[in-house]
């Protein structure tokens, strides 16, 4: 079992910066990848951007060059930088883990998310 907790969201006004943290604790050792997703509101879940273990991540295209996926691996923490938030932004934004067992089974952990509201 692993537990993701995120904490930093908050309110903010368009074009200000805001960092999410993602705190994993349990099983941390089948964590592979993470990542973060959002949904806003009346829209469908949104990849924002995941991190492999060796460290390459990938974004979606709505965040590519104003957000940065990052990862504490000792700290078992995980980071989204988001700078010139727009109103579109905002969103519930979730930590997730992929999880590999040790027969090799793959699942998805989430957290419980975390609200960002850029006002205009």
């Known amino acids: 079992q692993v537990e993701l907790v995120e904490s930093g969201g908050g309110l903010v006004q368009a074009g200000e910066s805001l960092r999410l943290s993602c705190s994993a604790s349990g099983n941390t050792a089948s964590i592979t990848g993470m990542g973060w997703d959002r949904q806003g509101p009346g829209t469908s879940r949104e990849m924002i951007a995941r991190?492999?273990?060796?460290?390459?991540?990938i974004y979606g295209d709505s965040v590519k060059g104003r957000f940065t996926i990052s990862r504490d691996n000792a700290k078992n923490t995980l980071f989204l930088e988001m700078n010139s938030l727009r109103p579109a932004d905002t969103a519930v934004y979730s930590c997730?883990?992929?999880?590999?067992?040790?027969?090799?089974?793959?699942?998805?952990?989430w957290g419980q998310g975390t609200q960002v509201t850029v006002a205009s």
């Open positions: 991190i492999r273990a060796d460290g390459s991540a």
């Open positions: 997730n883990a992929e999880l590999r067992d040790t027969d090799g089974r793959s699942s998805r952990a």
